[in-house]
Nanobody
Framework: VQLVESGGGMVQPGGSLRLSCAAS????????MSWVRQAPGKGPEWVSS????????YYIDSVKGRFTVSRDDAKNTLYLQMNSLKPEDTAVYYC????????????WGQGTQVTVSS
């Protein structure tokens, strides 16, 4: 099983980034997929989830209206479009997979760094 994130980097406040997470080794379209971030010196923070089918999406309040999660089951890939980035969005962003919202995460990626700074 592999989850490989990409697309992180350094951007100025107000800028945009698109994160990708390529999945392999499990039946991607069966799994609830999430983005979780960890800022320096802080614990992990759930950011967004998209269940199988992709018809519903969920976000932490602090990113609503700025971030958009999506999935392409044909490509086994999860995305996070991040717009209007703020310095407080600076963190390592991880993608994670679980069988459902009541389950613990089964699989994690290695993370990609997002730094928002002028």
């Amino acid at each position: 099983v592999q989850l490989v994130e990409s697309g992180g980097g350094m951007v100025q406040p107000g800028g945009s980034l698109r994160l990708s997470c390529a999945a392999s080794g499990f039946t991607f379209n069966w799994y609830d997929m999430s983005w979780v971030r960890q800022a320096p010196g802080k614990g992990p923070e759930w950011v967004s989830s998209i269940p199988p089918g992709g018809e519903m999406t969920y976000y932490i309040d602090s990113v609503k209206g700025r971030f958009t999660v999506s999935r392409d089951d044909a490509k086994n890939t999860l995305y996070l479009q991040m717009n209007s980035l703020k310095p407080e969005d600076t963190a390592v962003y991880y993608c994670a997979a679980r069988k459902g919202i009541l389950y613990d995460y089964n699989y994690w990626g290695q993370g990609t760094q997002v730094t928002v700074s002028s």
